[in-house]
Nanobody, 124 residues
Framework: QVQLVESGGGLVQAGGSLRLSCAASGRTFSSYGMAWFRQAPGKEREFGAAISGSGVITWYADSVKGRFTISRDNAKNTVFLQMNSLKPEDTAAYYC?????????????????WGQGTQVTVSS
């Protein structure tokens, strides 16, 4: 069982930055690929970024590539999402998710555990 707790959301002006954190419980954190998804009101959940268990390999959705950076600290059981050059269309609830094993996926259905989400609001 893995419990995930996100933090770091808030209100920021367009062009600004935020850093999200996701703290995980459990002793096998490095066995899980981690990802960030987001969901805006009235829209479907959207994949944002993923990172392998070792932290060596990362993947990004085209909508965030070049602006967002996913990273992890396995010693602290934490995954991060650095978000720069934020746009109003980045406004959403952001969720971290964990998927056991080495493969990655942009489909939320393949993730085993989810956090409760943290709200990011970007004003224009």
């Amino acid at each position: 069982q893995v419990q995930l707790v996100e933090s770091g959301g808030g209100l920021v002006q367009a062009g600004g930055s935020l850093r999200l954190s996701c703290a995980a419980s459990g002793r096998t954190f490095s066995s899980y690929g981690m990802a960030w998804f987001r969901q805006a009101p009235g829209k479907e959940r959207e994949f944002g970024a993923a990172i392998s268990g070792s932290g060596v390999i990362t993947w990004y959705a085209d909508s965030v590539k070049g602006r967002f950076t996913i990273s992890r600290d396995n010693a602290k059981n934490t995954v991060f999402l650095q978000m720069n050059s934020l746009k109003p269309e980045d406004t959403a609830a952001y969720y971290c998710a964990a998927k056991y094993g080495k493969s990655w996926s942009a489909s939320g259905h393949e993730y085993d555990y989810w956090g409760q989400g943290t709200q990011v609001t970007v004003s224009s």
